[in-house]
């Protein structure tokens, strides 16, 4: 059955502190990975797909990169507003989703 | 930009009640979603929908089911609410093919007393 694993559960870090999240994942036969940021209240938002090992995307602070077991979130410079929940997530058999518990990052000013 | 409507920020409704949650996309995509979300277990999929009346289950369908009679409208129904269904629900939407980003409303928090 198809897994998806993020940790840490949750990560505490100072303005300006770098670090990076993990997502690991076990698929038969990636069909591309996805990023998405929730922030408390409201809906998961799409940010990133990465389709193959190797890729990288960009936005603003945010680098996603992937490998052929797993992917991470690296968070340059954050700011406060960078805080939310990150999901990754894979696609299944069908046209769905199965989505990792997300990683609950605050940044701290 | 693709916008997924939810009828309902904050719901509350008594044990037993049938309880109705819709959903709206203006995006003309096929595929539409209905997950919930509970803090340590992230996003389980209850139900999914390909096509107008085309209704499929997701991992978690028991005590709930689903209306799609208009390919923007996705409706979940709680036949007969019980507490354990108190969570965030949330309904998404996407194109077909299995490379496409879901597309997601701002939830419904659901509580059931």
């Known amino acids: 059955e198809d897994q998806v694993t993020q940790s840490p559960e949750a990560l505490r870090l100072q303005e300006g502190e770098s670090s990076s999240l993990n997502c690991s994942y076990t698929?038969?036969?990636?069909?591309?990975l996805f990023w998405y940021r929730q922030d408390p209240g409201k809906g998961p938002e799409f940010l990133f797909t990465?389709?193959?090992a190797g890729e990288e995307k960009e936005k603003e602070r945010l680098k996603a990169t992937l490998t052929k077991k797993e992917s991470f979130l690296h968070i340059t410079a954050p700011k406060p507003e960078d805080s939310a929940t990150y999901l990754c997530?894979?696609?299944?058999?069908?046209?769905?989703?199965?989505f990792g518990a997300g990683t609950r990052l605050t940044v701290k000013p | 930009d693709v916008k997924v409507t939810q009828s309902s920020r904050y719901l509350v409704k008594r044990t037993g009640e049938k309880v109705f949650l819709e959903c709206v996309q203006d995006?003309?995509?096929?595929?539409m979603f209905w997950y919930r979300q509970d803090p340590g277990l992230g996003l389980r999929l209850i139900y999914f929908?390909?096509?107008?009346?085309?209704?499929e289950k997701g991992d978690i369908p028991e005590g709930y089911s689903v209306s799609r009679e208009k390919k923007e409208r996705f409706s979940l129904i709680l036949e007969s609410a019980s507490t354990n269904q108190t969570s965030m629900y949330l309904c998404?939407?996407?194109?077909?093919?299995?490379?496409?980003?879901?597309?997601f409303g701002d939830g419904t928090r659901l509580s059931i007393l």
């Open positions: 990465l389709y193959s």
């Open positions: 929908s390909y096509d107008v009346k085309m209704k």
């Open positions: 997530a894979v696609p299944r058999g069908g046209n769905d989703m199965r």
């Open positions: 998404a939407s996407s194109t077909p093919g299995q490379s496409q980003p879901q597309h």
């Open positions: 698929v038969s036969g990636l069909r591309g």
């Open positions: 995006m003309d995509h096929e595929n």
